[in-house]
């Protein structure tokens, strides 16, 4: 089976799943998250499926982010108690990706909504200069 039987967000895309679409275009379908962590919760997606966003060519992931701003705007627009936003993609297993097709969640939030980031083990310690330098050495030299 391919993806476009197997994948969730490509069911959505292909319209054998229902989904509250607040956007389309020729790359990216945006639609309403079904668990939202607030009301507006959204998610813009490429219509290709992509797993990570390495995979996605530029301007297809440029429009992702594009249609993501304005559609933060309009979601604001008609819920006036939202605040601000976190615009989040969780690229692979690892940090949190659970449907395997590369998604831009627009996430809203309201003062004390209790949604955050939780720090692990590896978090606090401040990092020296050299420290600094000999990181950014090693990824700047894969480039
Ligand atoms: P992830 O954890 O992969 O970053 O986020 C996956 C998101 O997809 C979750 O927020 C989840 O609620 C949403 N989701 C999963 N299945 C469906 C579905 O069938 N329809 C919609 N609209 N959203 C879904
Ligand atoms: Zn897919």
Do not use: W
């Not at 607030?38 to 440029?62: A, C, F, I, Q, W």
């Not at 690229?91 to 590369?102: L, N, R, S, T």
């Amino acid at each position: 089976m391919n993806s476009s039987e197997t994948c969730i967000f490509c069911r959505i895309i292909n319209k054998k799943l229902f989904a509250a679409v607040l956007h389309e275009d020729d790359s990216v379908l945006a639609f309403l998250d079904i668990k939202p962590v607030n009301t507006g919760h959204t998610l813009v997606v490429p219509k290709k499926h992509y797993v990570l966003v390495e995979e996605m060519d530029d301007s297809t992931y440029l429009n992702m982010f594009r249609v993501g701003r304005v559609l933060l705007q309009k979601i604001k627009a008609a819920f006036p108690e939202i605040t601000a936003f976190n615009l989040l993609i969780a690229d692979g297993k690892d940090a949190g990706q659970e449907v395997p097709h590369v998604h831009l969640h627009l996430i809203p939030r309201k003062p004390d909504d209790g949604f955050g980031y939780k720090f692990g083990p590896n978090y606090g310690k401040i990092l020296t200069e050299e420290e600094r330098a000999t990181i950014a050495e090693r990824i700047r030299s894969n480039m």
